[in-house]
């Protein structure tokens, strides 16, 4: 079957990429990711994906651009309300019984989850004694995530996530109106290590009880979603937990043998035990 001459151009775009800067997208699902590059192409001014390719060889502040489109940092806090519903239900508990924990977001984005588990726990009597792992490999959603400041005209939207996520306080609790935006808690912060990391790329870091990764594995294809699933299995401690997005599942998967669902539809999975 013939590629498109579009199709070439992504293909050797992402192999550039790669060799100049080390992010490897060349496992990524193609349909979305070429997608994402002809977005980028029209909004940064190129006039093909080969222009957008010499362009971002050539000036890291355009590549810097670039990985805005192809890591679709766009989240919310408390989002899909079930999901946090259930890690209270099934997941904190277990959680409790360890003196302290370490906990991975994997693909943190501009820190929308991070902050809603850090609110979790701090309600669960957990946060305290628990290492929180924030990790993306753009570097631009990092530096947000790490100011913990929020749009103002999303507090509405979290609020009522957080309320039907089993929130047990105002939500206002949590933030300050501050330059412009909401500013949230220093406090919530202070237990959470945010970091560069790539699930194409990277190995395992720590030993983590629990590790939140969520519709992140839908960009990738078949052998970088097993990659994935293997760092996240090699990173959880015996009988850890695993929590996907709602479209992501462990099914078909090289892992999914390795796991056992907690909450199938909420799609929160738990380590088996070695035989």
């Known amino acids: 079957m013939q590629r498109s001459l579009a199709d070439i151009e992504v293909r050797l ?30 909004r940064m001014g190129a006039g093909s994906i080969s222009a957008l390719q010499e362009l971002v060889l050539h000036d890291a502040k355009a590549f810097a651009r670039l990985l805005q ?10 989002r899909d309300p079930p999901y946090f519903l259930a890690l209270r239900k099934h997941v904190v508990p277990v959680l409790r019984t ?16 991070p902050y809603s588990v850090a609110i979790l726990l701090r309600e669960e009597g957990l946060l305290d004694r628990t290492i929180l792992y924030a990790t993306d490999i753009n570097h631009e959603s990092l530096d947000k995530a790490r100011q913990g400041i929020f749009p103002l005209d999303s507090m ?8 039907r996520a089993g929130g047990t306080r105002s939500f206002s609790d949590y ?26 790329t990277d190995a395992v870091f720590s030993e983590t009880h629990f590790v939140s990764c969520r519709n992140v594995l839908i960009y990738f294809n078949r052998a970088l979603q097993d990659r994935a699933l293997g760092l996240f299995h090699d990173s959880l401690a015996h009988r ?9 599942t462990l099914e078909f998967s090289a892992y999914g043998g390795r796991f056992e669902p907690v909450a199938r539809r909420e799609r929160i999975y738990r380590k088996l035990g070695a035989a």
Request: net charge negative.
């Open 13 to 42: 775009l992402v192999e550039a990429i790669f060799l100049r800067y080390g992010h490897d997208f060349r496992d990524y699902a193609q349909a979305s990711l070429k997608r994402r590059v002809l977005q980028a192409q029209q």
């Open 69 to 78: 489109y192809l890591t679709v940092p766009v989240s919310e806090m408390f």
């Open 98 to 113: 360890y003196p302290s924990l370490k906990i991975w977001i994997a693909g943190c984005s501009t820190g929308e989850e």
């Open 156 to 163: 509405q939207a979290f609020t009522q996530n957080y309320q």
């Open 175 to 200: 933030y300050t109106a501050a330059y412009g935006g909401a500013l949230f808690d220093k406090s919530l912060r202070e237990n959470i290590t945010f970091a560069d990391h790539s699930l194409a």
């Open 240 to 248: 850890g937990f695993l929590g996907l997005g709602t479209k992501e």
